[in-house]
């Protein structure tokens, strides 16, 4: 199992991003995903989850109407277009398997190397 992510980088705040991770080791198709985060000094947070058939997505409160998590079957993809971006945004990214949560059956427990964000001016 491997995920890879990228697309990050330094974003003024009201700018955007988009992240992309693409996946292997598993049938991609068959999996809810997420994006988590991790900031500095802080616990990793769930960010955005979608289902495996991307009908169903959801985020946390503090980034709900700025973020938009969606996938590309095609790819082993999964994508978080980040708009109006806030320097409380600033964090480490990362992809994973699960719906809501880490499925550790499939991760075995492994991350990739995330992609830094970090929103300043």
């Known amino acids: 199992v491997q995920f890879v992510e990228s697309g990050g980088g330094w974003v003024q705040p009201g700018g955007s991003l988009k992240l992309s991770c693409v996946v292997s080791g598993f049938t991609f198709s068959r999996f809810g995903m997420s994006w988590y985060r991790q900031a500095p000094g802080k616990e990793r947070e769930l960010v955005a989850t979608i289902t495996s058939g991307g009908a169903t997505k959801e985020y946390a409160d503090s980034v709900k109407g700025r973020f938009t998590i969606s996938r590309n079957q095609a790819k082993n993809a999964v994508y978080l277009q980040m708009d109006s971006l806030k320097p409380e945004d600033t964090a480490v990214y990362y992809c994973?398997?699960?719906?809501?949560?880490?499925?550790?059956?499939?991760?075995?427990?492994?991350w990739g190397q995330g992609t830094q964000v970090t929103v300043s001016s």
């Open positions: 994973n398997v699960g719906w809501k949560e880490v499925l550790h059956s499939i991760s075995g427990g492994r």
